[in-house]
């Protein structure tokens, strides 16, 4: 048979558990939450947002065809 405080501890345990527990749960909601307003800003592009059409993740940048050089840009640069 168990001793009075054995059963003091494990009443003391299950109190800490279930405070622990209910913890958890409060985290847990606020996590989702957190997911459910990210996988919402994933669905958006600019034609279903107020983002700008230059924030769209379909238009592309474009790469210059031009080959680097180590003049500076401008009318006033030095000539070689």
């Given at each position: 048979m168990m001793s009075m405080d054995e059963v003091q501890q494990l009443r003391e345990e299950v109190k800490r558990l279930k405070q622990e527990n209910q913890e958890l749960r409060e985290r847990l909601m606020a996590a989702e939450a957190t997911i459910k307003q990210l996988l919402e800003l994933l669905?958006?592009?600019?034609?279903?947002?107020?983002?700008?059409?230059?924030?769209g993740k379909s238009r592309r940048k474009?790469?210059?065809?031009?080959?680097?050089?180590?003049?500076?840009?401008?009318?006033?640069?030095?000539?070689?």
């Amino acid at each position: 048979m168990m001793s009075m405080d054995e059963v003091q501890q494990l009443r003391e345990e299950v109190k800490r558990l279930k405070q622990e527990n209910q913890e958890l749960r409060e985290r847990l909601m606020a996590a989702e939450a957190t997911i459910k307003q990210l996988l919402e800003l994933l669905g958006q592009n600019s034609h279903n947002s107020n983002w700008p059409s230059s924030r769209g993740k379909s238009r592309r940048k474009t790469k210059s065809l031009r080959p680097k050089t180590e003049r500076k840009a401008g009318w006033d640069s030095p000539k070689r």
